[in-house]
């Protein structure tokens, strides 16, 4: 039985115990287990992050949930920090206090399809060698971040946000300092970048439980301006425990796939 696995937004937990059942429930013409694959993983050049779970019996077929955290698609409701420095001004008792988020050290790490993890650094404008590191999640809308001084200008003294990212990647929200100061804050236009995320429906997959592989083709919906109608073939191996030993590769349907290095998530399962 496979485990309690998500994979594009579809819980697998019991299918093969479930359909192993309905066979011994049968007396003539036991259902076949179904061929399945499930995967979650984080991809690098670029980064990526894909969910997926495939199905080779039957009229379902499962889906797929992708995203691109570095290919912009406006409106697409998935975003990642923008890699350009950005202004981040925080509030206080009238006062405004401007920082500057810088884009060289920015380094993410995807989640999930919808979930980033964000680590850098920046400086508080007003005095030379104030400095901070931001560490913060982004999840569709919705932003949270911890800056940590640690320059000249009181080593130690945080500041936690939480807020919510507006249709133009600008974004605002309240905050609390370790002194207990409750601040607001906000960041421009841009400073947040809409990237690509689709949900697609699997319309074929094959199954190699033997090898452990696995091969399935979808089609980017119509929502994704440029991509739209492209068909993908996505080839996966279940390289053993964890993911260290897993390989995925997608491509244009009809032409040479690309290897992908998975660098994150659970990994792929082909049982």
């Known amino acids: 039985m496979i485990s309690k696995i998500l994979a594009g937004g579809v819980v697998i937990a019991g299918l093969v115990g479930a359909s192993a059942g309905a066979a011994s429930a049968a007396t003539t013409h036991p259902a076949a287990a179904p061929k399945v694959a499930v995967g979650s993983v984080e991809l690098a050049g ?3 992050y894909e969910s997926f779970l495939a199905i080779q019996n039957g009229h379902y077929h499962g889906s797929v949930d992708y995203t691109n955290w570095t290919y912009a698609e406006p409106g697409s409701g998935v975003w990642a920090p923008a890699a350009t420095p950005q202004q981040l001004v925080f509030s206080y008792q009238g006062s405004n206090y401007a920082h500057t988020l810088n884009n060289d050290s920015l380094k993410l790490t995807a989640l999930s399809p919808e979930r980033l993890a964000f680590t850098g650094s920046g400086a508080y404008n007003a005095v030379t060698g104030a400095t901070w590191t931001i560490k913060g999640q982004v999840n569709h809308g919705k932003v949270r971040f911890v800056i940590t001084y640690n320059g000249t200008l009181q080593p130690g003294y945080t500041v ?5 990212i507006a249709k133009d990647g600008s974004a605002s929200g309240t905050a609390l300092s370790s002194d207990k100061q409750q601040l607001t804050w906000t960041m421009p236009a841009g400073a947040f970048a809409s990237v690509l995320h689709y949900i697609a429906p699997i319309q074929s997959a094959q199954v190699q439980r033997w090898a452990h592989n696995a091969t399935f083709r979808f089609t980017i919906p119509a929502s994704v301006p440029g991509l739209a ?25 009809g032409s040479p796939v690309t290897n992908y290095q ?3 998530g659970p990994g792929i399962i082909v049982p």
């Open 262 to 264: 998975i660098i994150g």
């Open 160 to 164: 936690t946000a939480t807020g919510s």
């Open 46 to 48: 670029p980064l990526q």
């Open 229 to 253: 109608g492209t068909n993908v073939t996505v080839k996966v191996h279940d390289g053993g425990r964890g993911s260290a030993h897993d390989t995925y590769a997608h491509g244009v349907t």
